[in-house]
């Protein structure tokens, strides 16, 4: 019985890649560990969403571009089938661009193929976690201008187009109105600071502003005209 409980406990990793020396290597690598179980490899979206049909994994290893789709365009069938499932997309490409459509898509982490597998390790953990992961390799992608400027004169008024922030943004909007900073952030949220640098990136992009300060008053300005 206790062999059982302790089967249950596992981490069912699903690799979805066509580069068949990354897949043995990490299936090498991840094979060490005895809490994770490779429950099967897919070359493509088919194979994929067939092996979906039988076996229900708790992490995917996703790779973005595979011969017969877009890995980003394979993430709504995935989580058609199942919703629950945590998805960590890899790429040895420039991921910029990438980054903020796989997450809309409810992606939960970001690799890049050259990490090792210490880091990997530690991404699928935080995504069966429920927090979001960025590779460290992904600094230079999420560089963003966080300075305040108090010559800036650069408007504070949201553009017409803006969207919502989604749940996590909200999140470290109200945040930063506490005047807390990203590691703060970090610790408060339980997610890493790379991933509180992304999600402010895309904040000070929909309010059109370069500060945080002025990200701030922005919102607040947004909440006072919604509560009007």
């Known amino acids: 019985m206790a062999l059982d409980n302790e089967k249950s406990k596992m981490l ?12 043995e290597g990490t299936v ?38 595979l011969p017969d789709c877009s890995g980003i365009n394979l993430i709504d069938d995935i989580k058609s089938i199942h919703p629950e499932v945590k998805i960590i997309m890899l790429t040895g490409l420039n991921p910029e661009g990438y980054l903020t459509k796989s997450l ?3 992606v939960q982490g970001f690799l890049l193929k050259e990490c090792n597998k ?66 703060e952030i970090s610790l408060a949220l339980g997610i890493t600071i790379r991933t509180v640098k992304f999600h402010t990136s895309n904040i000070l992009h929909k309010f059109g502003v370069k500060s945080r300060s002025k990200a701030a ?3 607040k300005e947004m909440s006072k005209n919604k509560n009007e």
Not at 12 to 23: A, E, Q
Not at 140 to 166: A, C, G, M, R, Y
């Open 217 to 219: 008053a922005a919102w």
């Open 118 to 183: 210490t880091e990997m390790i530690e991404a699928i953990h935080y995504v069966v976690e429920g927090k979001e992961y960025f590779s460290k390799g992904l600094a230079h992608f999420l560089k963003v201008e966080v300075v305040d400027n108090n010559d800036d004169q650069q408007s504070i008024t949201p553009k017409p187009n803006d969207k919502v922030l989604s749940g996590r943004e909200a999140e470290i909007m109200n945040h930063i109105i506490k005047g807390l900073n990203n590691q």
């Open 12 to 23: 069912k990793i699903l690799i979805v890649d066509d580069h068949t020396l990354f897949v």
């Open 28 to 65: 090498s690598l991840l094979s060490s560990e005895t809490i994770l179980e490779i429950v099967g490899i897919a070359n493509d979206g088919v194979q994929c969403l067939n092996l979906l049909k039988s076996t229900a994994p708790d992490v995917i290893l996703l790779d973005i571009s």
């Open 104 to 106: 809309q898509k409810g």
